[in-house]
């Protein structure tokens, strides 16, 4: 059982967990994740993982907040396709 289907839906997620997740499709990583256990907040999600900014629930958190598994669950990925050859990407909303 993976990081990420080991967590209950109020448990805070970790960058573990999250990383957990991005391997298993269920966000698209926008760097390298660290495994180091550390809670994730808002802030860090949004640089972690591929997120929306379109929802407004998500967007009222202070950048601070601990992140639970509901949370980041609720917030809707933005799908990112590629668009040309050199490397240039289009974000779908």
């Given at each position: 059982m993976?990081?990420?289907?080991?967590?209950?839906?109020?448990?805070?997620?970790?960058?573990?967990?999250?990383?957990?997740?991005?391997?298993?499709?269920?966000?698209?990583?926008?760097?390298?994740?660290?495994?180091?256990?550390?809670?994730?907040?808002?802030?860090?999600?949004?640089?972690?993982?591929?997120?929306?900014?379109?929802?407004?629930?998500?967007?009222?958190?202070?950048?601070?907040?601990?992140?639970?598994?509901t949370?980041?669950?609720?917030?809707?990925?933005?799908?990112?396709?590629?668009?040309?050859?050199?490397?240039?990407?289009?974000?779908?909303?």
């Open positions: 993976g990081a990420w289907s080991g967590i209950t839906e109020n448990e805070l997620i970790t960058d573990t967990d999250l990383s957990d997740a991005a391997n298993a499709g269920i966000f698209t990583a926008l760097t390298t994740i660290p495994t180091t256990n550390k809670v994730v907040t808002k802030e860090r999600a949004i640089t972690y993982v591929n997120l929306s900014a379109t929802d407004n629930t998500f967007n009222g958190l202070s950048n601070t907040k601990m992140m639970n598994k949370i980041l669950a609720s917030v809707n990925q933005v799908e990112t396709i590629p668009f040309n050859e050199l490397g240039i990407y289009y974000t779908l909303k």
